[in-house]
């Protein structure tokens, strides 16, 4: 029982705390290396261009954001069958003391994954227009 929690412990605190973690040190690590190319051409005597440092915020587009909803319900999706499998295969060996709860876990995530599908396939046709208009507009500008 406490290695079951310390095991849940594990994986809802530590785990985000990492993913925070990396991605902060990520940044850090970018812009280190934007230092160190500005103290370069400092020395250097080069022109320094103000816009190198700016953060570069890139929007998405329409069908980037439907393709990230379509990856997210891919992953959920897999997830949710993945639980609910290993779950029957556990039961069937024997070892299923919490077989309704896993079931019941595996089931909600697996839900939540297809209302994702719903929800992308639902948008793609609302927005197939404007996603079109889009794509004419970034054509243009190139």
């Known amino acids: 029982m406490v290695s079951n929690t310390i095991f849940l412990i594990g994986i809802c605190v530590v785990l985000p705390i ?11 690590n970018e812009t280190n290396k934007k230092t160190e190319v500005l103290l370069k051409s400092i020395e250097a005597g080069a022109k320094i261009d103000s816009e190198y440092f700016k953060p570069q915020l ?23 069958l993945a639980f609910c499998i290993a779950t029957l295969i556990i039961a069937n ?16 995530v697996l839900a939540i994954g297809i209302a994702l ?6 948008s793609k046709s609302m927005l197939a227009k404007e996603i079109e208009a889009e794509e004419e507009s970034l054509k243009n500008q190139k």
């Open 93 to 108: 060996i024997g070892g299923g003391s919490y077989f309704i709860e896993f079931i019941l876990i595996g089931s909600v």
């Open 18 to 28: 990492i993913v925070v973690f990396m991605n902060n040190r990520t940044a850090q």
């Open 58 to 80: 890139k929007e998405k587009t329409l069908k980037e954001k439907l393709l990230g909803k379509l990856t997210a319900a891919c992953v959920v999706t897999a997830i949710g």
């Open 117 to 122: 599908f719903i929800s992308y396939f639902i």
